[in-house]
């Protein structure tokens, strides 16, 4: 656990670095030493990239130190920019012409150089004298990984200094209000759900300077949802119109302005419209699966459930459970009316029936009571196989076994001779497909039998014969 101390240290450098003010210029340039002429003039870098042997007179110290920051440049008119400010420190030798300074930026790979020349008299006077070179002309980026070298020109194997810098990033306030790649603005929307339309209006960015919006989802980025739009900066209208198919919670706004490495503003509003994720169900009849896949990102649990008919409410079946990681897929699965998918968020449990609609075959249980026995056969579109036994509901949705399980075929019967005890309010017959993975298990309930005053002593209470009858009761 972090102790209070540095807890408090923390913060106290996260405050700084948030409001650490940068120094302003209103031009870029060299300096030198105060009696020491200097000039620079762009380089390649190429020319003094290979090393010499330092004379022996020549000592490895001869380049003392090196210092980096950022300056702000602000011209009136035009919008301020970010410069490093590197500062130097030679000590003169005869052997030395002047000094190389390069940056090297390891986000763009560019690399910028300037070389500084010393105008002084051949004379032995100045040899040892230290000049503190100063140049701010590198223009450099918000948030920039920059890597700088100072080498002696010649260029002496061993003579040369080097340090890496992190630019600061759209989190500094200095930076935030005047580099134009952090002045991401301010974005205002409108929603007309019947046009599925987003009526997006931008302010507080820079006049004059072109303005990008875009629809996208988010995922590990924001992902393309249509063409981007393009708020003209000599417009006086700043709005544009965006089209929607879906109102999805990773659906966003984005707007940015149009410079390279502008910094993107985002509003993702719809993060509560959860609904229409869950209508992308796909049941493909030949391969009889069923199969999931969200149009977000999104935590949550997908269970396959019986739906029932007395309150609506959705039982899930054993086994089906399964967290979403990507896309979720049932094989082999029953196209009964009541199997259900069952998605359940932080934020509740929706239900969708994929086979509500009698657009795919559904099988019907039939049962007719003769005496002791009870007649169980099923109807169905498609060859499928079933289960029959005998339960006692001792829940809604709990069925205890109370008799042996039987097979039967569609077309076929089976007979299951009952007791007194086995015909009441609690006993059921339940039936369900065995031929599937997945299948919602129906019950014909509340089994009244025609017994006209027969009495049964130890006779098993579960016996089965296959044979086809007309029906009394169904369900399906």
Known sequence: MISIHILILLIILFWNYDCHIIPRIEECGLSCSQGIHCKSKPSSGIFNSFCHSAPASLSSMVLKSMKISTVIKCVQGSPCSLHLNIKGTLSLDENIRGLEICSFSLDTQRSQCTNVRFARKKSKILNGKKVQVQFNCFEVNVAQHIYVTMKTVPNYCEVKMSQEYYVEDCRNSDVGKHIPACLAGKLDYNVDRTRKIISVNVSNFLRDQDYYIRLCHKWFTCEDVGQFAVVRGKDSLKSVSLKYSQLLPCLC????????????????????????????????????????????????????????????????????????????????????????????TKQGSWVKCPFAHGEFPAWKMRTAAVADRIQVFFTSQTKAHFSVL?????????????????????GDSVSITMSREMCGSTICIQGWRTDVDYSVPLQICD??????????????????????????????
């Open 253 to 344: 706004i984005e707007g940015w302005l149009a410079i390279p490495d502008a910094r993107r503003l985002q509003l993702c509003p719809f993060e509560n419209d959860t609904t229409a994720l869950w209508d992308n169900i796909v049941y493909n009849p030949v391969t009889q699966t069923l199969a999931w896949e969200p149009a977000c990102p999104v935590l949550v649990i997908v269970n396959l459930c019986r739906l029932m008919k007395s309150n609506d409410h959705c039982e899930d079946i054993q086994d089906s459970s399964k967290r979403f990681p990507e896309k979720v897929k049932y094989s082999r699965v029953d196209t009964h009316p009541r199997l259900c998918m069952k998605f359940t």
């Open 390 to 410: 005998v339960c006692n509901r001792t829940q809604l949705a709990s069925c205890e076994s109370v008799g042996m399980r039987h097979s039967v075929s569609v």
């Open 447 to 476: 089994i009244h039998c025609g017994f006209r005053g027969q009495t049964y002593g130890n006779e098993n209470p579960a016996k089965a014969m296959t044979h086809r009858m007309k029906s009394v009761h169904s369900l399906h």
